[in-house]
């Protein structure tokens, strides 16, 4: 691997001001979680207020967790109405700004009304507790109306990413059997409208279960509206009181549905309930970001993602936040609108995605130069591996080296931040996510589950439940004890436990260094290695933009690997076989002659999924010369699948 070998403690700045100042206060909370698991999580969840209190913490039937059993709650009331009593009712609650560049603020209080409203208007077109309801949205205020609305009532939400096409939709309302549908005519994304009502309309037409279609009118577009089955947002909610009564929910009850991929090519339902999640993501939002009162925080995922979820709408409101929302492309008009945005606003926290910060790192450094980024004061990362230099980057380039990073690793399936530095208190190297928070157990084991020694590569996993797990997968309970629960299966001596799908190791320091997907590691010549530190090493070189490595199988070697390498603009003219050998020659210093990729091909940009993560499945198919067979509905951009095809033939 590249080796940045540096440590960065929190600056005495920071840390004498944060929630959690000192090391010895981070291992206190650390050994006062472990004592005893359960009573530190009903403390977090004592921090919520609840209608009734819960009988029971805890309830483990494996591998089905409860949580706050007997207790009832309201998503919706602790994330607005708990904030109405002082003078928070009057602080922003989102900043919006939308693509072509107006800007709206809603206050809590406003946010407030804005949510009873559309909840007596789903309660008057007969949604009731229980039903599911499908959200397909651009980044507006209104989708986080709806999600509130949908769990001040008790409907389920699924939220499906506007950038899906109708067949995913199609997919993903029938398979959560959903009876309505909130939507907008268009959505504004790189100075393009996407047409999300007519991708609805598609949806539908192979959609039963839908009866009721809202919809926000976000655009001049001329939009067809089907009599008795579709209604304006603004139409709907004119007549409807701003007040509503939150429905008392048992803690168990479903708050969402969000559909993920896995190794097949059916998405996965993943189901999650309301006490313990919003227990988890209210406290790891606070101890991880920080938050204060007078933040302004910033979070560049899409809702339709787990990070929208968790960390732009239930985290940062259950905590009384400010949160910024931007409605486009990180590129529109130019390449520096989130430097833009930062500073028009006063951006305290920016919480973004490695993939990004290589964007950033290709469009070059005079786009953030132009601002003033000063009121920045902690970064975050969140989806991939961040790798050491494009830590350091966004390290020194953005944070100005004054800002604490916090590389954060979880899952749609842990639903809040499992494993993560705490800002205060933990000493940060570049490119691990550190050590679990309190309350978390997470190992690196070897498949007969004992635990990896120092540096030995091994599966991540989850050794006590927690409360804002998935509760089970959607319709498919067989398919939740598969993926999750079979790799370590409960027996009579073991108790079982969740399996993450990732590999990892741990450092002399303890430090949880995230390997990538197990499905993405490989074995060259007896050799374990995982793709990602490959792919680390050629991002390490200055002409290579990203770098996607595959294995193929090879009779000598077991497998052979295939780099697909995207460039940089500045490497434009220069002689691709040269470079070509360049770069294998770096894998080799970097991590041995061993891990030298067998062939590297330049392609002029990789496979992405929506959310921005490579398809290596793709690239693996593409090299294994059977052509590409699975699900390809979360690819971003066709074409490139298409170009990496042709070049295979020349
Ligand atoms: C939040 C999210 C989950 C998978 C996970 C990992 C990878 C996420 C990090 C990371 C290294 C990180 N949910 N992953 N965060 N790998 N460091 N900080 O992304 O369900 O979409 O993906 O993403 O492989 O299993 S997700």
Redesign the pocket.
Known sequence: MAKVDVKFSPHKAFAKEAHVATKAALSRMVDEASEDVVSFWEGQARELAWFAPWRKPFVWKHPHAQWFVGGTTNASMNCLDRHLGGWRKSKAAIIWEGEPGETRTLTYQQLHAEVCRAANALLKLGVQRGNVVAIYMGMVPEAIVAMLACARIGATHNVVFGGFSSEALKERMNDSNAVALITQDAAWRRGDLVHLKAAADAALKGCKSVQHVIVLQRTSEKTAMKLGRDHWWHEILAGASRTNEPAKLPSEHPLFILY?SGSTGKPKGILHTTGGYLTQVAYSAKLVFDLKEDDVYFCTADIG???GHSYIVYGPLLNGATIVMYEGAPNWPEPNRFWDIIERHGVTIFYT??TAIRAFIKWGESWPAKHDLSSLRLLG??????NPEVWMWYHSVIGKQRCPIV????????GAIM??PVPGATTTKPGT?TKPLPGIAVDVVRKDGTSCDVNEGGLLVVKHPWPSMLRTIYGNDVRYREAYWSEFPKTRKHPGWYF???GAKRDKDGYIW?I??VDDVVNVSGHRLGTAEIESALVSHKLVAEAAVVARPDELKGHALVAFVSLKSSAKGLNTDKLREELRALVAKEIGHFAKPDEVRFAESLPKTR?G?IMRRLLREIVSGFGVTGDVSTLEDMSVLERLHKGDEE
């Not at 990362?381 to 961040?386: A, F, Q, R, Y």
């Not at 590389?407 to 842990?414: G, I, L, M, R």
């Open positions: 993920t993602w787990i990070t995605a490695p990362t969140v989806g991939e591996p961040i590389d954060t690793w979880w899952q749609t399936e842990t494993i993560s996510a993450t799908g990732d995230i990538g997907r959310s993560k």
